[in-house]
């Protein structure tokens, strides 16, 4: 695949956000073009926030043998290309020698994805430093243009939109590596506040209404897709089931009033487990959300590992779980689970790429 060699300059994005976001510093932005005949099947994973440090305390230590299986067991031998969207490597604390020296097997799956020319690396703020790495094997780049003839789909890590880190970021690093690492607390980010997490959320869904076009980015270690959460999301998943539950009988009738019964509890689970404000604010105010922001959650989940897949015609968001993590998975009757290689692996929300384009289209026309 010659991937790379499809580079063009991004015209007419103006604003402030997106100059931050192709930094100078960093190589051209690329362009992948899922239409192109070299991009063999045009399929992309992407994934983010793995935090990979040098010991058994990181926080991807419970998740890096599920990472490795389903990057070699699946997309890599089903001819995917790889997306590391930021924060692969815990800089932060951690030096490089002694991360590549604990999760030097992960890197050798990285390594055959870039010898087939199928990876590409974006920088997140807790890896930024490998600029300065004159031996890092892969390229770097601050955002990734995705070409798919429907609609850009722009891919970056997010903290870009954060002032706190754009700014202060070297003074945190500073108190991460010799004040919070030696007490044993793991990694401070906008995922552990809400108000700071929905900053970087609603400034990245402005971008892109702004601009017509997709944001795929981490950073927050909330999944979203078609700009909702999973909190907004169920709501919407309830409401539908309770509109065909009215038209329906029989072994139908049960099985909606199961799945309503099984999303009334994992909504009461998600409120209890957030912040009041965290689920009373929204990205949107009181307009109906345009589904051009979607985030890859990240790979340090207690219950498994989140990710994006896209192709030509749709977009995904999936859920990787080992034995006994995510089972909770298993017993909602609406989610295929597929068992590969020893590892459960759902899609948690599927669209096509034409539903979107024309949703945001007739929206922005209003």
């Not at 992948?32 to 991807?60: A, N, T, Y």
């Amino acid at each position: 695949m010659s991937s790379l060699k499809h580079t063009k300059k991004i015209n007419s994005m103006k604003t402030s956000f997106f100059s931050d976001i192709i930094n100078g510093q960093l190589k051209k932005e690329a362009v992948l073009d899922l239409l192109d005949p070299s991009f063999e099947d045009g399929k992309v994973l992407i994934i983010s926030d793995l935090h990979m440090g040098g010991g058994k305390r990181d926080d991807f230590s419970s998740n890096g043998e599920i990472v490795k299986k389903m990057l070699e067991d699946y997309y890599y031998k089903d001819n995917w290309s790889l997306i590391l969207n930021g924060d692969i490597e815990e800089l932060a604390k951690n030096s490089l020698s002694r991360i590549r020296s604990e999760w030097a097997e992960m890197y050798q799956v990285f390594d055959r994805f870039a010898e087939d020319g199928r990876l590409f690396k974006t920088l997140g703020n807790h890896d930024e430093d490998l600029v300065f790495q004159k031996d890092y094997p892969y390229p770097l780049y601050n955002s990734l243009c995705i070409e798919t003839g429907l609609i850009p789909i722009y891919v970056y890590h997010g903290h870009q939109s954060s002032i706190l880190y754009t700014v202060f970021n070297s003074m945190l690093s500073l108190g991460l590596k010799y004040l919070l690492k030696p007490a044993g607390i793991r990694n401070i980010s906008s995922a552990r506040s809400p108000r700071r997490r929905f900053n970087v959320e609603r400034q990245a869904y402005n971008f892109s209404m702004e601009n017509n076009c997709i944001s795929i980015i981490g950073h927050t270690h909330r999944a979203l897709f078609a700009s909702l959460g999973r909190f907004d999301y169920i709501k919407f998943e309830i409401e539908k089931h309770c509109r065909n539950y009215s038209s329906s009988c029989g072994e139908e009738r049960e099985r909606i009033a199961g799945e309503v019964k099984a999303l009334r509890l994992e909504l009461a689970k998600l409120k209890r487990s957030e912040r009041l404000e965290g689920t009373r604010q929204s990205l949107y105010g009181d307009e109906i959300p345009l589904p051009c922001l979607f985030n890859s959650g990240s790979a340090i989940d207690k219950k498994g590992v989140y990710a994006i897949e896209l192709d030509r015609e749709n977009i995904s968001l999936v859920f990787w779980f080992a034995e006994g993590k995510g089972m909770k998975f298993l017993r909602r009757g609406w989610y295929k689970v597929e068992n590969i290689a020893g590892l459960y692996r759902t899609i948690l929300n599927k669209e096509r790429l034409d539903y979107i384009k024309a949703k945001i289209e007739l929206f922005k026309t209003i």
